[in-house]
């Protein structure tokens, strides 16, 4: 094949016009690997749950099968609602995973939900009885998408790849003058009537590897699908989110004994204690034979304060093509905590 480096520059600089500063809250992301190493997985990737995490990792990935994933996270700031700061956030996520993959192709069906409490900048008015009341707003929002992941390669080490999904789902809204702790304003959270929509939206990825060194690149929700409101005529907007990776794995192009890899956001995204724009580091290392992989990581904002978030996670091989794993993670006070757990059947 005919080496085309300027087709690859060309792609990397159509998907970074127009990435927007600030991306809409996603809640916590699927694959216990990439959790695992506190989703430093942009440019490793090397699983079914690429189609996810960058859909060109596909093209590199030396196997290739399946996975389910269940996952869950939940934040909230310190403190009460009503000594929080206006625009604190507590919330909660839950999603699954189910994907299948080749070289070249793959097909995916995960379901993403998030739902929190924001404190507005009122509180109750003065001499209230209810001296922890706080004026709130609520919010959910429920996404399934069903994707088919392609992959090209354009020179001997670069690789672009792109999920076509079709996004349905939609959002809710609600608020007022409310009591009680994060705990009990996220689960009324919870209980939002969303509306429903249908859009196609896509992912592109980029891979560049030389020997032991990866690049990668993702963009998710090219397209910025918009989700009806549960009452009335408002909408929300799935904004791109954009990160680049670098990895190092000296057992590639192959498996890998160990793997270090080093992500960071391109946009920022909004989360409890506000906006977020992730730098994160994680490793991650196998042992008997490929049959016991543990890993870890750590993440922190690069926007606002960093509040850190730490991540540990062990893969068991059941057999040579069956593994499973798990994850969990946390921040300072037990906040941003998150934890997964899933199977894979790799070839």
Known sequence: MTPRPFGAAGLMLWILAGIPGTAAAQGAEP?????????????VADDASAVYWNPAGLGGAVVVGGILDLFRGHGEPEGAPANAAPGAEAGEARGTLFAVALPQIGLSHYRLRHWGVTASPAGLPAGSREIEGREVSFQSVETRHLGLTLVQSLADGVVVGTTLRLVSGGAGAGGGQRTGGWSALVDEADGLETGTARHVDLDAGLMVGTGPVR??????NLREPTLAMGEGESTITLERRARVGLAYGPGWPGRSRWIVAVDTD????AAAGGERRDVAAGVEAWGFSHRIGVRGGMRASTAGDARPVGSVGVSLGLTASLFVDAHVSAGRDGADRG???GGRVVY
């Open 215 to 220: 690049m990668g690149l993702v963009v998710h």
């Open 266 to 269: 391109l946009t920022r995204q």
């Open 339 to 341: 934890w997964s757990v």
């Open 31 to 43: 694959g216990s690997r990439a959790q695992g190493m506190a989703g430093a997985f942009v440019a």
